[in-house]
């Protein structure tokens, strides 16, 4: 029965680290977040059982998408934030442009108080 599961092992571990590649490539970044739990299952249901060589090595490779996924993760967030930015910085420029529109012609121009 050992045999059996760590063969079962094998095939989630494999199958969840093409999973989270195919996620990454399409950048479906619910799917990431659902993988990202199903993973850390995976890993505590493995905690304190025996790893063997094969399932050293498919964790590892695991590991190596898990970290360049999670790289395209904090890029696209950055790339996010960055635009947010200036739209905010757009947004309350045209504010203020517009409430300067607004001012009544007679109203003093003020500059560099």
């Not at 990431?32 to 304190?48: F, R």
């Not at 059982?49 to 590991?63: N, P, V, Y």
Request: proline share 1%; with cysteine; net charge negative.
């Amino acid at each position: 029965m050992k045999w059996v599961n760590a063969m079962d092992d094998l095939q989630l571990i494999d199958w969840q680290t093409r999973a989270l590649e195919a996620a990454g490539k399409r950048q479906d970044w619910e799917k990431i977040q659902q993988l990202d739990s199903d993973i850390a299952a995976t890993l505590c249901s493995l905690h304190g059982r025996e790893i063997t060589e094969q399932k050293r090595e498919a964790l590892k490779k695991l590991q190596q998408v898990h970290q360049q996924v999670h790289q395209l993760v904090r890029q696209n967030r950055d790339e996010l934030s960055k635009e947010l930015t200036q739209q905010r910085n757009q947004r309350e420029g045209a504010l203020s442009y517009a409430q300067f529109m607004e001012r009544e012609p007679d109203e003093e121009l003020v500059l560099n108080e």
